[in-house]
Every structure is written in C-alpha cells, then in structure tokens.
Nanobody, 122 residues
Framework: QVQLVESGGGLVQSGGSLRLSCAASGNIFSVNVMGWYRQTRGKQRELVARIGRDGDTDYADSVKGRFTLSRDNAKNTVYLQMNSLKPEDMAVYYC????????????????WGQGTQVTVSS
C-alpha cells in the first residue's frame, strides 16, 4: 500500500506565499510524474503543475511565474512554492502521482492525496 501525505496549506493574505509538500510513502521503488491539482466547489479539479522524474515541469497558465514546482527523488517528495497568491488561487489542493512502483512489483496508478486547503484573503 502506498499513500501521499500532504502538508503546508493554510490561510494567507493576498500577495503572500505558501509552500505545499507531498511525500509518497510505502514500499516504494520509483515514483513517476508528481503534480498538484486544485478544486473549488462546483468546479472540476484542474492541473496546477506537474513534474517528471527528470525535472521537466508543466504549469497552468494561471500560475506561471508565481508558482514553482520541485521534487526530491531521494525523498519521493514534491514541493509547490506559491508566491504572489491571489484570491482566485483559493482551493483545495491535491497531490497526485501518475504511477508508483513498489519493491515487491506492485504498480499504483493515479494516487491522490487527501487534499489541503489553501485560503487567500483579499
């Protein structure tokens, strides 16, 4: 069994910063693409940013230049640094990994974290 443990959400004023972390845990051999998605009530979950094992990143247009995604492969952890936060960034943020391989041969597709709330006050 594998799981994603998120941390770092909270309340911040508009223009402020937050850093989200997501660590994959379990009997892990490798972790493929790691990313963050967000969802507000009544809307579909949307991609914020994702990063491959080699560090290639992909960002939503709405966060380019403000958010930075990085990962530590040794720790199976991804970090989302969010700067210049806006009220429209307020959402529940979910960590996602598209494929996790375990040491006993298991493969887990589309693993999600439990979500962490980001609230931005104007």
């Amino acid at each position: 069994q594998v799981q994603l443990v998120e941390s770092g959400g909270g309340l911040v004023q508009s223009g402020g910063s937050l850093r989200l972390s997501c660590a994959a845990s379990g009997n892990i051999f490798s972790v493929n693409v790691m990313g963050w998605y967000r969802q507000t009530r009544g809307k579909q979950r949307e991609l914020v940013a994702r990063i491959g094992r080699d560090g290639d990143t992909d960002y939503a247009d709405s966060v380019k230049g403000r958010f930075t995604l990085s990962r530590d492969n040794a720790k199976n952890t991804v970090y989302l640094q969010m700067n210049s936060l806006k009220p429209e960034d307020m959402a529940v943020y979910y960590c996602n990994v598209d494929r996790i391989s375990t040491r006993n041969g298991g493969i887990y597709y589309q693993t999600w974290g439990q979500g962490t709330q980001v609230t931005v006050s104007s």
